[in-house]
């Protein structure tokens, strides 16, 4: 079946520092991924859409220039948290499916991503 | 109003009993409709899938569509303990919608 691989897991940083969180279509090519954030006890919400070979589209709400995507393949989407601050603190997840159908995707594991 | 709403639970339930998990969604447009199971601190993984009014039964689980009452459920039959879990709805329109899930305790 369909695999995606997140990395990393978990990772703490300092305020201000950038994170770079990877997402990997393991088995099949992913021309859409899509990256999710979800705060403690609370639903996934939808933060952008990538889109291989061209710019992502963002949620309203979802600052651009913080949450930096890149899909530069396709079997890669980078999701970067520019300049963190503790409110950024949250467990980003990806998804990708072979079959353009959105519902039907697969899930990374996962990043926990702790701002200090 | 919510676009994709459950009772946040938690739900709990003997072992071997049925949990009945219920959902109700505001967009009438939507299309696919999907059930999603996460345990704490890992990404969710889908359990059903289900696209058309009735009902879909894959093993212990069955979904059920209702499109003239915006409702959708999932029933689990003969409970276990793994199942113990928190269950998202998710619902297609012209993106994927998640509700805040509901928390499913069985108890041994």
């Known amino acids: 079946g369909a695999v995606v691989s997140q990395h990393p897991s978990r990772v703490i940083c300092k305020s201000g520092t950038s994170v770079k969180i990877e997402c990997r279509s393991l088995?099949?090519?992913?021309?859409?991924m899509f990256w999710y954030r979800q705060f403690p006890k609370k639903s996934l919400m939808l933060m952008a859409t990538s889109n291989e070979g061209s710019k992502a589209t963002y949620e309203q709400g979802v600052e651009k220039d913080k949450f930096l995507i890149n899909h530069a393949s396709l079997t890669l989407s980078t999701l970067t948290v520019t300049s963190a601050h503790p409110e950024d603190s949250s467990f980003y997840i990806c998804s990708a499916s072979p079959n353009h159908t959105p519902g039907g995707y697969t899930f990374g594991s996962g990043t926990r991503l702790t701002v200090v | 109003q919510k676009e994709v709403e459950q009772n946040s639970g938690p739900l709990s339930v003997p072992e071997g009993a049925i949990a009945s998990l219920n959902c109700t969604y505001s967009d009438r447009g939507s299309q696919s409709f999907f059930w999603y199971r996460q345990y704490s601190g890992k990404s969710p993984e889908l359990i059903m899938s289900i696209y058309s009014n009735g009902d879909k039964e894959d093993g212990r689980f069955t979904a059920q569509l209702n499109k003239a009452s915006q409702y959708v459920s999932l029933l689990i039959r003969d409970s276990q303990p793994s199942d113990s879990a928190t269950y998202l709805c998710?619902?297609?329109?012209?993106?994927?919608?998640f509700g805040a899930g509901t928390i499913l305790r069985v108890k041994s």
């Open positions: 088995d099949f090519q992913a021309t859409t």
């Open positions: 998710a619902v297609n329109g012209n993106k994927l919608v």
